[in-house]
């Protein structure tokens, strides 16, 4: 079983849709949560921290359910410019803060 | 600031040749990282340092050597270059407490 599992899609989306990704994470000790973008041939980007408390910026809401080991990303209103890969990050502890990756979601916006 | 610059962009090499991915930073980060991206497969971690003059191995650092040679510079070397390595290659920088990593642009590998 893979750490971090992710749907890798892809998602066709029409513009103004809302979209919604989930993932699940298998080390319970894990520390912290991150949704990361990346856009083809280009390299990961922070897209936001997730926290158990659920956080929002913007259009994006990132909820975190540590019981069931699940993290989802929610994009509303989506844009073309949203069209990329979602990576799920996890942060399984350890010295060098060494971070997990998923295999990503891939988006795609329509207009 | 450049933040994470990465060299060379792209590179093919013959099965058995040796080669060095070179990355430096300017965020005066002291935690690099060296991961290589398959498709399907996520980004999986090589190698790493957590300071000057640490390095530890990751997840796949068969074929790999790595250098931290200043808080700037952390190097990839591949002894004899594999098909299997065929990748792309991201160098990655963090600090402090916030384990946030930014990312050089990537090294696109091809071997033969």
């Known amino acids: 079983r893979k750490e971090v599992e992710q749907d890798p899609g892809p998602f066709n989306v029409p513009e103004g849709a809302t979209v919604a990704f989930n993932c699940t994470y298998s080390n319970s000790a894990s520390q912290s949560f991150f949704w990361y973008r990346q856009d083809c041939r280009k390299e990961p980007k922070l897209l936001m921290s997730v926290y158990s408390s659920g956080n929002e910026d913007g259009r994006f809401t990132a909820q975190l359910n540590r019981a069931s080991q699940y993290i989802s990303l929610l994009i509303r209103d989506s844009k073309l410019s949203d069209s990329a890969t979602y990576l799920c990050?996890?942060?399984?502890?350890?010295?060098?803060?060494?971070?997990?990756f998923g295999s990503g979601t891939q988006l795609t916006v329509l207009p | 600031n450049a933040g994470v610059t990465q060299t060379p962009k792209f590179q093919v090499l013959k099965t058995g040749q040796s080669m060095t991915l070179q990355c430096a930073q300017d965020m005066n980060h002291n935690s690099m990282y060296w991961y290589r991206q398959d498709p399907g497969m996520g980004l999986r971690l090589i190698y790493y340092s957590a300071s000057e003059g640490t390095t530890d191995k990751g997840e796949v650092p068969n074929g790999y050597n790595v250098s931290r040679l200043n808080k700037r510079e952390f190097s990839l070397r591949l002894e004899s270059a594999a098909p299997s390595q065929t990748s792309v290659y991201f160098c990655a920088s963090s600090e402090g407490p916030d384990p946030t990593q930014y990312f050089g642009p990537g090294t696109r590998l091809l071997v033969l």
């Open positions: 990050v996890v942060n399984m502890g350890g010295s060098a803060r060494q971070l997990t």
